[in-house]
């Protein structure tokens, strides 16, 4: 119950955290050159680079967690095709060698005054700030959650504590519904709901088990996926494999000691219709890092408010931001992250040289959408919604190759590339593809 209660109370920042620096608890002030909130991918990676910018001693990160995870696996891992261990390292083996590391959560930042206040009462002043604190999941937001965690047979890929419960709850599968959910927020990574379907069809298929499974995907978008190139190609699995797709469904109550599922139809509010499962995922609702959301940083929905194009906080020049906590509007991924990191290095070397930033971010993101064991399509689109691929090949269709980069070549880049600002920029994929031409 520990563990759940975690979930109820601990935000999440981006891609979840572990020590050898200069770590720090020290309830002294502080000063530093380059402070960056959030030890996730976003601010991992430029940590990496300012380390590079500025030296090492003029940088510092503020992250409390001791494990770092790559969270893009999770789908994999709730699948049972990759494990838990996997996906994470200590924070300390990801951390740039020499940046202060400090160990705490960050309580209050003041952008008037340049200073963060850490939960343990540490003041540290900056010269510039780069936020990425990651968005929070809110499993509290339906009713009986998180603790419906505690009865089998729910399971969720959103998090450490919940996402090998998606595996067992797979494994121990025997007949009825199989339902799996997208919440009426934004969400981080807005492909998985649905991948995890995917896959859990594809599973029951090779174990005899599908003939006595109806597999539900029940989501409050009015569409299957943003973008119609790659919908239409999922609306057409959806069709072969018989799958159960409804629209403008929201998981609002959870009654895990009967297996109950109630969803509110977003239509005609107040109307409500109970699913029995044999199986759930939840997708947990999502929104802004609280303490964004209470500070002069945030935009009217809390969110960090930056110049979509530079990636420069559009009221506090020495602000920047990266990542899920933005109010960028593109899909919130890892991908992104990736792009949104060489635009901002370059936003910031010419700020610091008091000049205007010349490069542009299109909104460049990417979602690999597992269709099953050993197929992915790979959606990558822009600021418009409009296809911004990295293959000469039609991306829409279900491709091998995909998976494959999906499940062991992106993890290796991701760890010994990006988190050491060694790799990034537009088009992430595109690099692959380049370094595999060479």
């Not at 979840?16 to 530093?32: E, G, N, V």
């Not at 206040?117 to 010269?127: H, K, L, N, P, Q």
């Not at 339906?142 to 959103?158: A, D, Q």
């Not at 945030?298 to 110049?307: H, K, P, S, T, V």
Request: aromatic share 8%; charged share 20%.
């Amino acid at each position: 119950m520990t563990a759940l209660r975690r979930l109820r109370q601990c935000p999440s920042t981006g891609i979840l955290i572990s020590q050898l620096h200069t770590s720090s608890c020290a309830s002294a002030k502080q000063h530093y050159k380059m402070l960056v909130l959030g030890g996730g991918s976003g601010g991992i990676t430029m940590s990496a680079r300012m380390k590079r910018m500025l030296g090492a001693e003029n940088v510092a990160v503020v992250e409390p967690s001791e494990m770092h995870y790559y969270q893009p696996i999770w789908t994999l891992v709730g699948a049972g095709a990759k494990s838990v261990a996997s996906s994470g390292r200590p924070t300390a083996s990801v951390m740039p060698s020499g940046v202060k590391w400090v160990k705490s959560k960050v309580q209050e930042i003041n952008p008037d005054t340049n200073t963060v206040r850490t939960d343990d009462g540490t003041e540290i002043s900056y010269e510039y700030l780069i936020v990425g604190l990651g968005l929070q999941l809110h499993y509290e937001k339906i009713k009986g959650l998180p603790e419906g965690f505690e009865h089998p047979k729910i399971g969720s890929n959103y998090s450490v504590q919940t996402v090998e419960k998606t595996w067992k709850a797979l494994q121990n599968f025997k007949e009825g519904n199989a339902v799996f959910t997208f919440p009426n927020t934004p969400v981080k990574c807005a492909g998985a709901p649905q991948k995890i379907m995917y896959l859990s069809d594809a599973f029951l298929r090779k174990t005899g088990k599908r003939d006595k499974a109806k597999v539900i995907y029940n989501t409050s978008l009015p569409v299957l996926f943003g973008i119609k190139k790659y919908a239409d190609s999922l609306w057409d699995i959806v069709k072969r494999r018989d799958l159960q797709v409804n629209l403008r469904q929201n998981l609002i109550e959870v009654r895990a000691d009967k297996q109950e599922a109630v969803f509110e139809n977003l239509d005609k509010p107040g109307e409500t219709k109970v699913f029995e499962y044999e199986m759930l995922h939840v997708t947990p609702p999502m929104g802004p890092h609280l303490v964004i959301k209470g500070s002069p940083l945030a935009d009217e929905a809390g969110w960090l408010d930056l110049n979509k194009d530079t990636l420069q906080h559009n009221k506090y020049p020495n602000v920047f931001g990266i990542g899920d906590c933005t109010n960028l509007p593109t899909a919130k991924t890892g991908a992104a992250v990736a792009a949104q990191s060489a635009i901002l290095n370059r936003t910031i070397s010419k700020v610091l040289k008091n000049e205007k930033p010349d490069k542009k971010y299109d909104g460049y993101t990417s979602c690999p959408l597992v269709t099953s064991y050993n197929t992915v399509i790979l959606a990558e689109f822009d600021y418009n919604g409009q296809p911004l691929e990295t293959f000469p090949i039609n991306q829409a269709k279900e491709r091998r190759l995909m998976y494959h980069m999906k499940a062991d070549v992106m993890p290796h880049l991701y760890w010994h590339g990006l988190l050491r600002g060694l790799w990034g920029g537009p088009g992430p994929y595109r690099k692959v593809f380049h370094l595999g031409m060479k």
